[in-house]
T-cell receptor, first 114, second 113 residues
């Protein structure tokens, strides 16, 4: 069974704080992804990574950065949290090759920025 | 035009009926297609994937793919109240060294006892 864990289920932060969201997978998958999900806007891709120390911008990277120092761990960083970053954050891992990748999601972190 | 489109619903069906969920996509080069189920407050859970034209069955679920018409559908037979959830269609797109999934907005399904 694929296991994807996220560091927190719920998080409350203040505007301007630096926020770290961590994702860990135990399936040796090459690819890892960070999404946010908001009502009416669906799932939006923030950043993804195909390999250690490698990252690609997704559709909405502004205000975020990522770090992948080890294969199993992919961190999302909010450099200076703002209220419009209040959202559900979902990590996913991917396996199956370039043309047929299947993604598996972690439980999500619901972040509230006050 | 959105890359992946779904009717937002809500789709309401009686218990025991067949629920039919539809999805259209714009990229003709897409090769793999996925259905995820998401309960309220939870993360998406993979139900099925399909790569080839035609039908693929798994228990009460059947995925149907028609690449020429660029649509993929999910049928749920003998619908149960526990099937009430939002169903997300996702289409895989090749991107640089790998790929990424493009998600539809999701269809909310309500199964009434």
């Amino acid at each position: 069974d694929v296991k994807v864990t996220q560091s927190s289920r719920y998080l409350v932060k203040r505007t301007g704080e630096k926020v770290f969201l961590e994702c860990v997978q135990d399936m040796d998958h090459e690819n890892m992804f960070w999404y946010r999900q908001d009502p009416g806007l669906g799932l939006r891709l923030i950043y993804f990574s195909y390999d250690v120390k490698m990252k690609e911008k997704g559709d909405i990277p502004e205000g975020y950065s990522v770090s992948r120092e080890k294969k199993e761990r992919f961190s999302l960083i909010l450099e200076s949290a703002s209220t419009n970053q209040t959202s559900m954050y979902l990590c996913a891992t991917g396996a199956g090759g370039r043309e047929r990748e299947t993604q598996y999601f972690g439980p999500g972190t619901r972040l509230l920025v006050l | 035009q959105k890359e992946v489109e779904q009717n937002s619903g809500p789709l309401s069906v009686p218990e025991g009926a067949i629920a039919s969920l539809n999805c259209t996509y714009s990229d003709r080069g897409s090769q793999s297609f996925f259905w995820y189920r998401q309960y309220s407050g939870k993360s998406p859970e993979l139900i099925m994937f399909i790569y080839s034209n035609g039908d693929k069955e798994d228990g009460r679920f059947t995925a149907q793919l028609n690449k020429a018409s660029q649509y993929v559908s999910l049928l749920i037979r003998d619908s149960q109240p526990s099937d009430s959830a939002t169903y997300l269609c996702a289409v895989h797109m090749i991107y640089n060294q790998g790929g990424k999934l493009i998600f539809g907005q999701g269809t909310e399904l309500s199964v009434k006892p």
